[in-house]
């Protein structure tokens, strides 16, 4: 080993070596906690993963749920804020080593870790997009699609829609398919084909709940073959009562 590499890839002790497995660990144990408490199916599905998959697929869901969280959770008026810090996260994980490190200092985590700051999501993520080569575009995309959420995307076309549904599951079924070391590129289009169709159940299924948020997903031209075209003018109060037939068959 030439004296220059050996300065940019400095010994690493036992017990360093030790920690940061221990450190690894408790940022996957603290992903699993994270899909047991937020999806029962999507846990329940994992397990029929083999266990290295299992883990990395709750490491993906806790990112992913950590990015949705920040910007449905976020404060009036914070939303667009809480997309920044996410996208900035996304620097640090993709940067490497040395500049997560400096990323971590100025954030005040220990030791320059990501767990040192209580952001175990992040520390794992950043340790399975190196494994299995997960572009970075697939998890910008996602945040793309929470952008269309904070900025209040108004949705006049199905294509409209399928591009907010690519952006916030298709781009999780490609994450998928490197976590799952396929190889064909057929999967791929599968993968997202498969979750857009997740998203678009989703928003059948969440219709009153999106309206309570101030979200109308259903796109005006099937709010227009349903007779519901002014509804989108009603966002911001009550769900009206005679709205309810138009939308369960526009959706």
């Known amino acids: 080993m030439t004296p220059e590499r050996a300065s940019k890839h400095p010994a690493v002790s036992g017990a360093e070596a030790k920690s940061g497995a221990a450190r690894r660990s408790d940022a996957v144990r603290a992903c699993r906690r994270t899909i047991a408490r937020g999806s029962k199916s999507f846990a329940l599905a994992s397990r029929l993963l083999a ?87 697939y998890p910008e995309e996602l945040l793309a699609g929470l952008e269309m959420d904070v900025e209040g995307a108004r949705y006049r076309s199905l294509d409209d829609l399928l591009l907010y549904g690519f952006r916030v599951a298709g781009a999780v079924g490609l994450m998928m398919c490197h976590v799952m070391g396929l190889r064909d590129d057929g999967a791929l289009e599968s993968a997202a084909h498969l979750g857009i169709a997740m998203q678009l159940t ?40 005679h709205a309810r037939a138009p939308l369960a068959r526009a959706a």
Do not use: K, M
Request: hydrophobic share 45%; aromatic share 6%; proline share 5%.
């Open 202 to 241: 989703n928003i059948c299924r969440d219709v009153a709940e999106d309206w309570a948020r101030g979200r109308l997903y259903v796109p005006d031209e099937l709010l227009l073959a349903e007779g519901a075209a002014g509804l989108r003018r009603q966002l911001g109060g009550p769900l009206p009562a």
């Open 51 to 137: 266990p290295s998959v299992r883990d990395d697929a709750a490491v993906i869901y806790a990112w992913c749920r950590r990015a949705d969280d920040a910007v449905d959770l976020a404060i009036s008026g914070e939303a667009a804020r809480a997309l920044e810090g996410l996208r900035r996260e996304l620097d640090a994980v993709y940067a490497g080593p040395g500049a997560r490190a400096e990323w971590a200092v100025e954030t005040g985590a220990a030791r320059g870790s990501f767990v040192g700051s209580g952001d175990a999501a992040l520390a794992a993520l950043a340790e399975v997009v190196r494994r299995r080569g997960i572009p970075r575009r």
